[in-house]
Nanobody, 115 residues
Framework: QVRLVESGGGLVQAGRSLTLSCTAS????????MSWYRQAPEKQRELVAL???????YIANSVKGRFTISRDNAKNSVYLQMNALKPEDTAVYFC?????????WGQGTQVTVSS
């Protein structure tokens, strides 16, 4: 069982930045992949960014060039740096971890971008 705790969400104006943090209860060196998903009202949850333990990463086209994912295995943490935020980035952002072939979710953190 892996617990994930997210932080860093909030209300910001369009064009500003936010950094989301997610800390796991398991060592980051044991977690195969950590990622960020988001879910806007009445929409499906979508993958925003992913980073693998070995260093490979993925960023969704919708946020490429604006969002950056990073990971600190020693701190059991993954981060999502979000720049140039747009109203369409408004969603609940969830952290996900793959540990021993099972996926675990955080409780989510709300990001609201006003125009």
């Amino acid at each position: 069982q892996v617990r994930l705790v997210e932080s860093g969400g909030g209300l910001v104006q369009a064009g500003r930045s936010l950094t989301l943090s997610c800390t796991a209860s398991e060592s980051g060196f044991n977690i195969a992949a950590m990622s960020w998903y988001r879910q806007a009202p009445e929409k499906q949850r979508e993958l925003v960014a992913l980073t693998q333990r070995e260093g490979a990463s993925y960023i969704a086209n919708s946020v490429k060039g604006r969002f950056t994912i990073s990971r600190d295995n020693a701190k059991n943490s993954v981060y999502l740096q979000m720049n140039a935020l747009k109203p369409e980035d408004t969603a609940v952002y969830f952290c996900n971890a793959i540990f021993q072939a099972k996926g675990y979710w955080g409780q989510g953190t709300q990001v609201t971008v006003s125009s």
